[in-house]
């Protein structure tokens, strides 16, 4: 998937005349993998930047991307004398500022939405002025407080354009689905739950900033424009269930059948979402277009579900999955194994009930602790050095700190997550889902279903070789 982040900054410096590229490396060594040192870096580096830049951006920083930024950072400088500002969801956790010092030490950083900091730099850097914005800093300053965008609507479109021509897109969630041409899409900004796992709301926020209709219906023109036939709307909590629900997803689908853009399009939605839908607003999604809704559905015990304070039950989730069995939306679901309280027993009972569903596709993850979320600071207190513990290959060994309990070894886990992906993705299951699809739609699904069967978990199987240590409750 594209970096849409670096699109809305892009977007946003291009109002004032920046001339701005978007680099994927990600696409340009698709091979690379998460430990590797390499030694043609510098030359790859060096050929992708082209002319010399006036300032070099480098995101989006998460965990997992935190050795490769700096490999990043110093072939830029072997080359350049440009300014470097580094930004991304890692960037609003506290204790980012030992990390630039003592790791990355780029020029720049900047916690939170980007896109009023990044101006104000470039500004400041054209007038020969210190640049001082919410959100912005060096690393040997005060660490900042994540900065939010107040008025999604007055923000820039995201530069897609810049996606075409001579861009070569990084490889996850491929467009091989017989969906076309596929682009992400972001209608709104933050999260108001505080799931203790999850670092989605650090960096969005808590509050749910919203795009009006217009605004949707100016994007969707724009996406319209540039040719794409699938969006996959990425929101945290485009809806969420409230009093509001149904007018939400109405107002939605109007924006959309104003739009001249016609094509598919999958959301993320939390289940208890899906199952307060009215049949009207659930049939407008159908109708507009949806063809698949993504649900966090995580565990299969409502104490585990507890304990990661989830606010869900399983009742909730297999009613969400009855609720889009009937419709032609697909249903998928997204499990995490392992964590505090669970035990074998717990994580084969998550399993039974994806298999028992009536999904049409599920993913199973390994628990991960992103610093900042109320799981780490269960785990591993409130102030320790977690850059340490990302650099750790023991603890993390994909750059994410993996949970391992003393209930169960990491060996154990991966051993079972593969075998849940290969129980999960059948031909019976394949043959129903059959019905929901297009004609189009049926060869790359069924080859989908093969490829997530017998491969997908083999990004984790080196795990059962090594022996992380994770962190213990
Ligand atoms: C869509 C998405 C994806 C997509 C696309 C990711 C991408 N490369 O853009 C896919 C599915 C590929 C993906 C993969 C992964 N993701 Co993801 N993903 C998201 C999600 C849902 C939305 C991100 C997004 O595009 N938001 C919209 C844009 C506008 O916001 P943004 O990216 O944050 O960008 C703004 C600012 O961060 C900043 N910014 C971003 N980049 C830059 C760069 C510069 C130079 C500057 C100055 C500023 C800046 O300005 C932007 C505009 O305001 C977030 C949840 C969330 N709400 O953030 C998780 C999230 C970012 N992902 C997460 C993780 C862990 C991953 C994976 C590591 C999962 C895995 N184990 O494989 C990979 C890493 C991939 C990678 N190399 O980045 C975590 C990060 C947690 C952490 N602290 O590390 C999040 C927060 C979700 C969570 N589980 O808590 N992800
Ligand atoms: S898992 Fe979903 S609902 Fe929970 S905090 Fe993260 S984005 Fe919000």
């Given at each position: 998937?594209?970096?849409?982040g670096?699109?809305?900054?892009?977007?946003?410096?291009?109002?004032?005349?920046?001339?701005?590229?978007?680099?994927?490396?990600?696409?340009?060594?698709?091979?690379?993998?998460?430990?590797?040192q390499?030694?043609?870096?510098?030359?790859?580096?060096?050929?992708?930047?082209?002319?010399?830049?006036a300032?070099?951006?480098?995101?989006?920083?998460v965990?997992?991307?935190?050795?490769?930024?700096?490999?990043?950072?110093?072939?830029?400088?072997?080359?350049?004398?440009?300014?470097i500002?580094?930004g991304?969801?890692?960037?609003?956790?506290?204790?980012v500022?030992?990390?630039?010092?003592?790791?990355?030490?780029?020029?720049w950083?900047?916690?939170?939405d980007?896109?009023?900091?990044?101006?104000?730099?470039?500004?400041?850097?054209?007038?020969?002025r210190?640049?001082?914005?919410?959100g912005?800093a060096?690393?040997?300053?005060?660490?900042?407080?994540?900065y939010?965008?107040?008025?999604?609507?007055?923000l820039a479109?995201?530069?897609?354009?810049?996606l075409?021509?001579?861009?070569?897109?990084s490889?996850?969630?491929?467009?091989?689905?017989?969906?076309?041409t596929?682009?992400?899409a972001f209608l709104?900004?933050?999260?108001?739950?505080?799931?203790?796992?999850?670092?989605?709301?650090?960096?969005?926020?808590?509050?749910?900033?919203?795009?009006?209709?217009?605004?949707?219906?100016?994007?969707?023109?724009?996406?319209?424009?540039?040719?794409?036939?699938?969006?996959?709307?990425?929101?945290?909590?485009?809806?969420?269930?409230?009093p509001?629900?149904?007018?939400?997803?109405?107002?939605?689908?109007d924006?959309?059948?104003?739009?001249?853009?016609?094509?598919?399009?999958?959301?993320?939605?939390?289940?208890?979402?899906?199952v307060a839908?009215?049949?009207?607003?659930?049939e407008?999604?159908?109708?507009?277009?949806?063809?698949?809704?993504?649900?966090?559905?995580?565990?299969?015990?409502?104490?585990?579900?507890?304990?990661?304070?989830?606010?869900?039950?399983?009742?909730?989730?297999?009613?969400?999955?009855?609720?889009?069995?009937?419709?032609?939306?697909?249903?998928?679901g997204?499990?995490?194994?392992?964590?505090?309280?669970e035990?074998r027993?717990h994580?084969?009972?998550?399993?039974e009930?994806a298999?028992?569903?009536?999904?049409?596709?599920?993913?199973?993850?390994p628990?991960?602790?992103?610093p900042?979320?109320?799981?780490?600071?269960?785990?591993y207190g409130?102030?320790?050095n977690w850059?340490?513990?990302?650099?750790d290959?023991?603890?993390?060994?994909?750059?994410?700190i993996?949970?391992?309990?003393?209930?169960?070894?990491?060996?154990?886990?991966?051993?079972?997550?593969?075998?849940?992906?290969?129980?999960?993705y059948?031909?019976g299951?394949?043959?129903?889902?059959?019905?929901?699809?297009?004609?189009?739609?049926?060869a790359?699904?069924?080859?989908?279903?093969?490829?997530?069967?017998e491969s997908?978990?083999t990004?984790?199987?080196?795990?059962?070789?090594?022996?992380?240590?994770?962190?213990?409750?």
């Amino acid at each position: 998937m594209p970096p849409m982040g670096l699109c809305y900054l892009a977007g946003a410096l291009r109002q004032t005349g920046a001339d701005c590229r978007i680099l994927d490396l990600a696409a340009r060594i698709p091979e690379f993998s998460y430990a590797e040192q390499r030694d043609d870096i510098n030359d790859i580096v060096a050929q992708e930047l082209g002319e010399q830049p006036a300032l070099i951006g480098i995101g989006p920083l998460v965990t997992a991307t935190l050795r490769a930024t700096q490999m990043i950072i110093r072939s830029c400088r072997a080359v350049s004398e440009a300014p470097i500002v580094v930004g991304g969801p890692l960037c609003a956790v506290p204790g980012v500022s030992t990390v630039m010092r003592e790791y990355l030490q780029p020029t720049w950083y900047i916690a939170g939405d980007g896109e009023t900091p990044i101006v104000e730099l470039w500004s400041a850097m054209r007038s020969g002025r210190a640049p001082s914005a919410p959100g912005l800093a060096s690393p040997e300053q005060r660490e900042p407080a994540p900065y939010r965008e107040v008025d999604l609507d007055a923000l820039a479109l995201p530069a897609r354009d810049l996606l075409h021509e001579g861009y070569r897109a990084s490889a996850r969630r491929s467009s091989g689905n017989g969906h076309g041409t596929v682009t992400p899409a972001f209608l709104s900004r933050g999260c108001p739950y505080s799931c203790t796992f999850c670092a989605a709301p650090l960096s969005a926020g808590r509050t749910v900033r919203r795009l009006s209709p217009a605004a949707i219906s100016r994007e969707l023109a724009d996406i319209f424009t540039l040719g794409y036939d699938h969006i996959v709307f990425y929101d945290d909590c485009l809806f969420i269930r409230s009093p509001q629900l149904d007018s939400r997803v109405l107002e939605f689908t109007d924006a959309l059948q104003v739009s001249p853009w016609r094509g598919t399009f999958q959301l993320e939605l939390r289940c208890d979402a899906v199952v307060a839908l009215s049949s009207a607003a659930l049939e407008a999604l159908q109708a507009a277009g949806c063809i698949q809704i993504n649900m966090g559905i995580e565990k299969a015990h409502v104490d585990t579900l507890a304990l990661l304070q989830k606010r869900l039950s399983p009742e909730i989730a297999r009613a969400a999955i009855e609720r889009l069995r009937t419709t032609r939306i697909r249903a998928a679901g997204t499990f995490i194994l392992g964590g505090p309280g669970e035990s074998r027993s717990h994580v084969e009972q998550t399993i039974e009930f994806a298999l028992s569903s009536h999904l049409d596709f599920a993913h199973f993850n390994p628990l991960a602790i992103y610093p900042g979320t109320r799981l780490f600071s269960d785990v591993y207190g409130t102030a320790p050095n977690w850059l340490d513990l990302c650099l750790d290959p023991t603890i993390a060994p994909n750059g994410d700190i993996l949970w391992a309990g003393p209930q169960m070894a990491m060996a154990e886990l991966v051993g079972l997550l593969a075998d849940a992906y290969r129980r999960f993705y059948t031909t019976g299951r394949l043959d129903r889902l059959k019905a929901k699809l297009r004609a189009n739609e049926i060869a790359p699904l069924s080859d989908a279903y093969t490829v997530l069967g017998e491969s997908r978990a083999t990004s984790w199987r080196h795990l059962s070789t090594s022996d992380p240590k994770g962190g213990v409750c």
